[in-house]
């Protein structure tokens, strides 16, 4: 059997799959089992942050590995204080931390902290979250329903929690907050959704009228969390400060690994939350060394450098195929390209991966980048070259 019937028939089917076999990666190069070559513009959907094959993170790993993997949540664990440390001191908020395996439990977390802060701090009970449409915030029945999708509230998975309503206008959810509402919930820049940045006054006021009013802001940085956006948290980059914040993909670089933090840091007692491999000797020691990559990359002015680099060649691409492509969105290493129509999207992936370079898709026309925050200007321009003859294809 090879790979693809294997994975078939002992697999379930969640997934549209490319059958290529990758077996090694260097920062954002991957190879596969025939020795083609590939340009990652994708990093995993935004995880593999520090790059393929890091050897730094792979070392503490294996060092890590070699002494201890994971005892309990019952004991202390000495690198997920650290990294929690970490993490609260990059982000400049007074905040603490819980370690989940995922964006979606990191979600569920946040969503615990939002009704237990409900239940415990207004005369009568508060529960409702109000989320945007064409937001995504996981794959669990709750975090399903927190979703603003229509299409992924199918009637197949039913009945769903109550509690959550979506507004598509930012504007317009202040009219959708009653005496029942506890939160709003968001994604500064939406990435699912279709790569899409909120004005910054605009979050701004909404995020000062919560606060007026005791109601909380949770902002999920599952995707825009970890230098994605430039800053360490797309909260810095809008000057707000959120009362929880969800964490996930790019902070692990690969570990699976979710992060909730919250300004209450009372907020739960011991049995109200926990996970048996939340925040593990292993996945804490691999992050720690992910954001210290990341920090430094960014204080010797290389992530700058490496966003800038990456815009110019965005912009030109954008400016000289303005016949495919209508708009240039996102922000940092989170960028988009709105294309025309789908079956031209659809082409464009499928060819830039013919060529030997990963992209993504977001929403229905969006051409979606996320590539390894350490990509370098060679792997930039190999890439670009490469979506290039792409698109050449396509205009012929
Ligand atoms: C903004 C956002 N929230 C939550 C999630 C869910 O994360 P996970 O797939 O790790 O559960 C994602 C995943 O794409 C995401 O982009």
Redesign the pocket.
Known sequence: MNLEQTDKQYVLNTYARNYVNFTKGINATLFDDKDNKYIDFTSG?GVVSVGHGNKEVADVICDQVNSITHTSNLYAIEPQAKLAKKIVELSGYDMACFFAN????A?EGAIKIARKYGETKFDSKRYKIVTLGHS????TIT?VKASGQKKMHSDNFSPYPDGFSYKHKLDDIYAQIDDETVAVMI?LIQ??GGVQPFPKEDIQKLARFLKEKGLLLIV?E??TGGFRTGEFLASNLYDIEPDIITL??GIGGGVPI?VVMTKYKDIFSPGDHGSTFGGNFLVTSAAHKVCEILEKHKDTGLLDETIIYFETKLKKLYEENKHLFYKEVGLGLMRGLRVNDEETLTKIVNNAFDEGLLLLKAGKITLRFLPPLTISKDEIDEGFDKLARAIKIITI
């Open positions: 959907i995922s964006g979606a439990e979600n995504f915030h996981g794959r975090t994604e990435g699912e999920d599952v995707q996930a993909k979710g």
